[in-house]
């Protein structure tokens, strides 16, 4: 079981909510996630404070798994927890979360994905049930550890 971080449009937390408790990953982290006060406090605050939020986020992580909602690839703070997973060396893989009913029962349209997730070729999904998901997480890290993409051997060169 891999330890998980979730980036997502914080718009998208009910969805983002049924996967991440879904049971199937350990130590699932995301900036702000459990409690999204904390969140809007660090966002409130200053930019430093939400850089902390992300770096704690993602310490201990191997796996990113970006949730992408309608917004999600727009998303400022999106872009930089990528750009942090790469930078820790983390996999990274993408999950249309679309079809994930909100808290009304409605769907929405699709979303485009993340600039940074096409540029570094990570897989990318559409969700499905809980199953399917501790499976792609697997075959992220295991395909990052495995075989070091284009990517990984720039940011490593570039010392990242």
């Not at 060396?89 to 600039?115: C, E, Q, S, W, Y």
Request: aromatic fraction near 10%.
């Amino acid at each position: 079981m891999r330890h998980v971080y979730f980036s997502f449009h914080y718009q998208d937390v009910w969805k983002v909510n049924q996967i991440r408790n879904s049971g199937v990953v350990f130590g699932a982290k995301s900036a702000g996630f459990a409690d999204r006060s904390l969140w809007e406090e660090a966002k409130a605050k200053n930019q430093r404070a939400l850089e902390k939020l992300i770096a704690d986020g993602l310490d201990g992580t191997s796996v990113t798994a970006v949730l992408i909602g309608s917004k999600t690839a727009s998303r400022r703070w999106v872009k930089y927890e990528i750009a942090q997973s790469i930078k820790c060396g983390n996999a990274l893989l993408g999950i249309h979360i679309n079809k994930v009913p909100d808290r009304t029962g409605k769907t929405m349209h699709r979303g485009t994905v993340p600039k940074l997730l096409r540029d570094c070729q990570a897989p990318i999904h559409e969700w499905t049930n809980v199953k399917d998901f501790s499976a792609w997480v697997e075959e992220a890290w295991r395909a990052k550890n495995e075989r070091p993409s284009l990517w990984d051997r720039i940011a490593r060169a570039l010392g990242f």
